[in-house]
Structure formats: structure tokens, C-alpha cells
């Protein structure tokens, strides 16, 4: 992270300020019941859920902190959320 | 020119010399009347920038954040609880190293509710990040306005500087004040110029998180700025003593030290009290000085140390106490001296709070009873006992 005094930023800073590293638990996609009703990447607070297929989704893990909404509101309970461990 | 003039007022004038762009205050209590007569001065088009009326000291301090980031000189002035709801946007201010002159006119904070003299407003903000300047009289308070804005825009330093004043004797007291022109002030305090502001053209962010990979970094060059001030303290206070012939000490000013074998260290308007008592104390052969610090942040911890080595006996009167450590003053005086091949006696003295009278023989008789007492914890002087009981007799009845 570049930084110059009192943090004053340009724009587009988060492409390069990763800001998932304080994530305790990450969801893992199942791949296996998905319907494709995009709940999901709905409503993802940080906007890091992506549709790689028509039932196929996945997260973007530098940005994501490990909420867990995606998890709770999957209708057909296709994600785990799963420890992060070093 | 010398007028006869109100502080509040002197600040008021002093601030309008210094060609702020956007001042914001909260006008109710606990206020005083510098944004009064600031907000005066703005309907008689006598401050030209502009005069923001807000809800609440937390939107004044926000109003001020925001200015300053577009690139605006800004100000305001609060007091006592007003300074406190400030708080987190005035911790804002200085870590994001945004250059502001903010007078606090000193005073006491609920409970019990009381808005008179003492310096717990300011004590509260201490680690806030904020330059803090203590005026002496009604004329140090003005110069320090003139000094605050040119030493808070330093490109080294790009700090809020905040300067206190008592609240009521010295906001609410009329003394001659020796008030400069425009065009002297001009000269003394360029316009100024940010190195980063918003604009459309160029966009950046102020305020960005910044997670455990930098924020040591970000806090560490706010240290490293509050550092630098020492030398743009003392560089800013030479320029106006040599523009305008007034000087009242760099980071400490000291009176009647040369042979003074016991000094009372004190801030604020008991500084003059004090001096009326040192020079009754003289009269009867008793060898006493004073130092008085007038920059509290940075902590002058060297200018203190070469004032009070050769010294026996340190008496601190603090006019606010860190519940439970004490008075604050004498607490960082005896932290300067630890590991000094020579130590004073230090006794921390609490005096005057919510607005209690310090009169010279609340003076006279801590001094007369310096000898007697060991080095001991911060000391209540002159409580009323009898206040307090008659109180605990009372909660009895109920």
C-alpha cells in the first residue's frame, strides 16, 4: 500500500489496497445445487459475488470479508462458509 | 492600535484579520461571544467569507473538516461540552493532517453541570493530535490566532492548532489590546495554500481506511508532524515578535527565575495571578519563580527540563485532573525528569475547577506549605469540607 501523509489517496486505490485479509471464515461454492437465481451476488455487501456461468457463481477473495449473507440467504444452502486458516 | 476591548472580542477581530474563508459554530450554549461578534462582523459584511450556522458543535467541526479539504482557511470556536461533541471529527482533523484554528475558551464539563473556568475541555483532547497554545491575557489570545493559522499550515506540520483561552476571565474581560491592520497581518500570514484539496478535476480521497499494513505508518508521520512543530513553533513566534515587538515565550515563558529557589509552573490567566503573588512573596524575602507553559502540545519536555533542573522545589497547579492519575501538568512535568541526573521536588496542586476563584493566597499558602509536605499524589486544594458533609447529610434526608 502506497501512503503519503494523513492517507490521502488517489482514486482507484482499491485495486491495489487489498481488503480481504481480515476475513475469519470464506465462502466456498458448492457448485452443485445452484438454481441461477443470482441471490447471491444480490446481496453481497462489497459487490465481490460474480456470475462465471448461468448456475455457476464465485467471490472475488481479496475483497471479500467473510460476512456470511451469501451463505444464510442461498435458498438452496450451495455455499459453505469455511475457516480461514494460515 | 491599542483598544479597549473585550477578549471574545479581540479574538473575534483577530480571527476576520487573518481572512478565514468559512467559519462554522454552534451559536448556544456553551458558547461565547467570539462567534457572537464574528457573526456580527459577517451581517456588517465586515468578514467577507463565509459564516455557517450549524445545529450542533459535531456539524461545526464537520462543516470546518470539509471546508479545509476543499482547500478553505477555516475556524470555529467552542467551549467546554461543545468541544467534546467536536471530539471525533477534531481526532479526524489532525489524522488526516488538515491545518485549522480552533479557539477553545476554557472550561469545566458536566457532572455536575457547570460551564465555568478550568481547563478540563481541553485536557480531555489532549491526545487528540491538536498543537495546544495557552494564552496568558487577552493580548497573547489574539497575537496566538495570527501565529495558530501560519504554524498549522507549515507544510512540515499540517496540523490543527487549538488555542485556549480561559473561558470568562479572559473571553468574557475587557483589556487594552494592541489590535494590528490588515495589510501588518497580511504580511505576517500569507494566504494559504494546500498541498492537496478536493477537486473534481483531480480526484482524490481524504480519509481512506487504511487497514493494519499502514495505519502505524499513517499515526507515526502524525507524531513525526507534531515533531516537526517545535521548530515552526519557534520559527513563527520569532517572525511575530520581530514584526509586531510581542513575545510571550516560545514554548514555555518563565518570570523571576534568576535566583528562584522554588517555581510554580501554571497555564492560563493564573499566570498573572501568580506573578502578583510572586512579586508579594519577593517582597518577604521568599526566593520564588514562575514558568509558564505555553505550548502543552508538543510537550516542551526539553525547554521544561533546562527551566527546572537546577530548581528545588516544582509546584504544578493544574486546573483540570485526569480522574484517577491526577493533574496532568504536573503528571508530564515529572515524566520529563525521569532519568535527568537531577530532579526537583514536584508536587501537583488541583486548583480552581468549575470556575473557583485562584486567589493569591490559595498561592501563598501552597508555597508557605510547600516545606512541610513529602512528594505526594496530585493534591484537591482548598476543598470545603463542611460542603461535603453537610451534602452526605443531606442525601440522608431524602
Not at chain 1, 60 to 68: A, M, N, R, T
Not at chain 2, 319 to 326: D, I, K, L, N, T
Not at chain 2, 352 to 355: A, R
Given at each position: 500500500m502506497s501512503l503519503n501523509h494523513g492517507a490521502i489517496l488517489k482514486p482507484g486505490s482499491s485495486r491495489n489496497n487489498k481488503t480481504g485479509n481480515w476475513r475469519n471464515i470464506r465462502p466456498v461454492y458448492k457448485h452443485d445445487k445452484c438454481t441461477g437465481c443470482t441471490m447471491c451476488e444480490r446481496i453481497c455487501p462489497e459487490g465481490v459475488i460474480f456470475q462465471e456461468d448461468k448456475k455457476k457463481f464465485n467471490v472475488?477473495?481479496?475483497?471479500?470479508?467473510?460476512?456470511?449473507i451469501c451463505a444464510e440467504e442461498c435458498p438452496v444452502k450451495d455455499i459453505d462458509m469455511v475457516p480461514e486458516e494460515k | 492600535m491599542r483598544k479597549y476591548i473585550e477578549g471574545s472580542m479581540a479574538v473575534a477581530e483577530a480571527v476576520v484579520l487573518c481572512n478565514p474563508n468559512v467559519i462554522s459554530a454552534y451559536p448556544i450554549t456553551p458558547q461565547t461571544h467570539i462567534v457572537e461578534d464574528l457573526s456580527q462582523m459577517y451581517a456588517n459584511a465586515e468578514f467577507k467569507g463565509q459564516f455557517v450556522n450549524v445545529e450542533s458543535e459535531f456539524s461545526a467541526a464537520s462543516v470546518c473538516l470539509g471546508a479545509v479539504v476543499t482547500g478553505a482557511r477555516a475556524y470555529t470556536a467552542t467551549t467546554s461540552q461543545g468541544l467534546l461533541l467536536m471530539s471525533e471529527v477534531l481526532f479526524n482533523m489532525a489524522g488526516m493532517r488538515l491545518p485549522l484554528v480552533l479557539t477553545c475558551a476554557n472550561r469545566a464539563i458536566s457532572a455536575p453541570i457547570n460551564i465555568w473556568t478550568d481547563h478540563s475541555d481541553a485536557m480531555a483532547l489532549r491526545d487528540s493530535g491538536f498543537i495546544q497554545l495557552y494564552a496568558e491575557n487577552n493580548q497573547e489570545a489574539a497575537d496566538l490566532h495570527y501565529q495558530a493559522y501560519k504554524i498549522s499550515e507549515d507544510d512540515s506540520v499540517r496540523l490543527p492548532v487549538m488555542v485556549n483561552m480561559d473561558g470568562f476571565l479572559l473571553t468574557h474581560s475587557f483589556e487594552p489590546v494592541d489590535m494590528p491592520t490588515q495589510q501588518e497581518v497580511n504580511e505576517f500570514l500569507p494566504p494559504y495554500k494546500p498541498q492537496h484539496y478536493l477537486d473534481v478535476k483531480r480526484p482524490i480521497t481524504f480519509g481512506s481506511m487504511v487497514g493494519e499494513d499502514g495505519y502505524m505508518e499513517v499515526r507515526y508521520n502524525l507524531e513525526e508532524a507534531m515533531k516537526n512543530s517545535f521548530a515552526v513553533i519557534e520559527k513563527v513566534t520569532k517572525e511575530f515578535e520581530a514584526k509586531f515587538?510581542?513575545?510571550?515565550?516560545?514554548f514555555i515563558d518563565t518570570y523571576k527565575m534568576e535566583d528562584a529557589e522554588t517555581v510554580i509552573v501554571a497555564m492560563g490567566s493564573v499566570v498573572g495571578t501568580i506573578k502578583e503573588s510572586i512579586d508579594l512573596m519577593r517582597a518577604n524575602g521568599i526566593k520564588v519563580g514562575l514558568m509558564k507553559v505555553r505550548t502543552f502540545r508538543p510537550f516542551p519536555k526539553k525547554a521544561i527540563v533546562d527551566c527546572l533542573k537546577n530548581i528545588k522545589n516544582v509546584i504544578v497547579i493544574d486546573?483540570?485532573?485526569?480522574?484517577?492519575?491526577?493533574g496532568i501538568l504536573a503528571t508530564e512535568i515529572r515524566s520529563a525528569f525521569y532519568g535527568n541526573t537531577t530532579t526537583p521536588k514536584v508536587n501537583s496542586y488541583i486548583v480552581?475547577?468549575?470556575?473557583r476563584d485562584i486567589t493569591i493566597k490559595t498561592i501563598t499558602d501552597i508555597v508557605g506549605n510547600f516545606a512541610n509536605v513529602k512528594v505526594q499524589d496530585s493534591q484537591f486544594v482548598e476543598l470545603d469540607h463542611k460542603y461535603m458533609q453537610a451534602g452526605d447529610d443531606y442525601l440522608k434526608t431524602i
Open positions: 472475488d477473495l481479496d475483497y471479500c470479508k467473510g460476512c456470511g | 515587538g510581542r513575545k510571550f515565550g516560545i486546573r483540570a485532573s485526569s480522574v484517577g492519575a491526577g480552581g475547577l468549575g470556575g
